[in-house]
């Protein structure tokens, strides 16, 4: 886990983060690496991945230094649009209000 968890850590605002590419640096199959995580932390490769980067996102937006459109892209998400509502599925929250806080 320490080990997917630096993975993930480390290419973070990658956007081709994503099962695969762990098990891969592993040395598993991406659904080897699927069962192993679901029976140690009941969450796929999908999951830790997305709530890591709605982590870091949560944290760079309350420094109030980036806009959010600056954060998706850092945090790996394809769009604005889909990182403010997986964001605000989250954490209650939108980005913005977020950011009016900060």
Do not use: C, W
């Not at 997917?4 to 695969?20: C, F, K, P, Q, Y």
């Not at 762990?22 to 932390?41: C, E, F, N, T």
């Not at 997986?86 to 209000?97: L, N, T, W």
Request: net charge positive; proline share 2%.
């Amino acid at each position: 886990i320490k080990e997917v968890r630096a993975i993930i850590d480390t290419h973070l605002n990658a956007v081709e983060l994503n099962g695969a590419f762990i098990g891969k640096q592993v040395g598993m199959s991406r659904m080897q690496l699927h069962r192993k995580l679901k029976a140690l932390i009941n969450q796929s490769a999908t999951e830790l991945i997305r709530e890591a980067r709605l982590q870091k996102a949560h944290q760079l937006l309350l420094t109030g230094n980036y806009n959010i459109s600056e954060v998706a892209y850092r945090t790996g998400f394809n769009t604005p649009a889909y990182f403010s509502s997986s964001f605000k599925q989250r954490f209650g929250i939108s980005p913005s209000d977020v950011l009016k806080e900060a």
